[in-house]
């Protein structure tokens, strides 16, 4: 049986997904894994393993990972880090792992192959100050109520952001004055220029942006800071700089988060079709 045939499905399917990754190996378990699957399901060439060498390196560390990297035919290759020069480092407070990821990370970027990837041990994240609080064991993704695997992702297909986009009044206080508010144009919402032409819509058109909790009528602009997927209107225009009274909130849902019941951020769907 072949190190791929061996390998669970999921793992497979995850690193298919994410394509050419640059394996930041270390020789140990979780790492060493991680490379061989790696090399296993892309090849060598798309997933090189990279160990970062230093005096924090142990020499018996770096003879294990060229030996393991010689028994599995890993594409291994070294870099140079200088993490014993860094202060914050040194003191080995409870940040010292921060300070060497942050020095490992530059030392990558400029030599990697697509995404730098990690091996680690999920297990090693658990938290039974989490499961005291009714949450899982180890962090735990959950899906938005409102997202493209929500229930009503089929009806309304787009996640609406409201972030700050305006400079000349702070968040909503100042925008009703003359000098402020105005100079920024009026509210508008942002498409990307493939979902607007889907809908039949160019920029400047009066497009309705809507959900079940309401619906917004707004100019379009079209952008290339967001993604397809996504749509923004930026928050802090008062309703009567709306024509129909309503403003981004109206669009918003009251779902609150798990941990901690703070605001979902950004946990809305809503769809755009032309006025």
Known sequence: ???????????????EEIGPMTVAYSGGVDSTLLAIAATAVLGGA?????????????ADDFDRCTRLAREHGLNWHTVDTDEMADERYRVN??????????HLMEALEPVAVGTI?????????ATTAGQRMGQPRVPTFVPPTEGP??????????????????ARFLNSGYSHL???GPAEGGPFVELDAADAE??????????RVFNDRASLELPVKITERLRPGLASIPWGWW???HPDGKVANSLTNDTLTEWGGGVAYSDTLVQIEPA
């Open 1 to 15: 049986m072949s190190v791929r045939d061996a390998l669970p499905q999921r793992l497979v399917d995850v690193l």
């Open 178 to 180: 003359p000098k402020h």
């Open 198 to 207: 889907r809908r039949g819509l160019g920029d400047g058109d009066v497009a």
């Open 149 to 166: 695997q929500g229930p009503n992702a089929d009806r309304f297909p787009l996640q609406l952001m409201t972030p700050k986009h305006h």
């Open 117 to 125: 990837v990690l091996g680690v041990n999920v297990d090693d994240l």
């Open 239 to 241: 309703r009567d700089h």
């Open 46 to 58: 798309r997933s090189p393993a990279i160990t970062a060498v230093s005096p924090s390196l142990a």
């Open 93 to 102: 407070d409870t940040d010292r792992c921060y300070w060497c990821k942050t």
